[in-house]
């Protein structure tokens, strides 16, 4: 399993906490360190569409209105903390944020 996302957010430490004490093997992927490739971030894409971006987010509202208006690859891609996080991948299902549908399919 892995989880994509940023160690300074609240959301991904808790589910990172929560996955590890459920006892299942995680690996955190920080993706300001660890960029995602263009397949990876096409692949997001492809699973979640734009609702992987969070517009609400002072990054996105930063953004300009080029910016704004591109493909959420072309977001990610220039500011990959756009995403909504974390990003959990289990096998070969992809999971978007972590509410409690998320929690229940993983723990």
Same mark, same amino acid.
């Given at each position: 399993?892995?989880? #994509?996302?940023i160690?300074t ?24 360190k660890?960029?995602?490739s263009r ?15 969070? +517009?609400?987010?002072?990054? #996105? ?28 991948? +289990?096998?070969?299902a992809? #999971? ?12």
């Amino acid at each position: 399993m892995i989880l #994509y996302g940023i160690p300074t957010c609240d959301t991904c430490k808790k589910a990172l906490k929560a996955i590890e004490a459920a006892g299942h093997d995680v690996t955190f992927r920080d993706i300001r360190k660890d960029p995602l490739s263009r397949a990876e971030v096409e692949q997001i894409v492809g699973e979640f569409g734009d609702r992987v971006i969070n +517009k609400t987010s002072t990054t #996105y509202r930063a953004f300009n209105d080029f910016l704004k208006a591109s493909d959420p690859e072309e977001q990610i891609e220039a500011q990959p903390t756009v995403m909504k996080r974390p990003i959990i991948r +289990k096998d070969a299902a992809w #999971y978007l944020g972590w509410d409690q549908s998320v929690q229940d399919a993983i723990l």
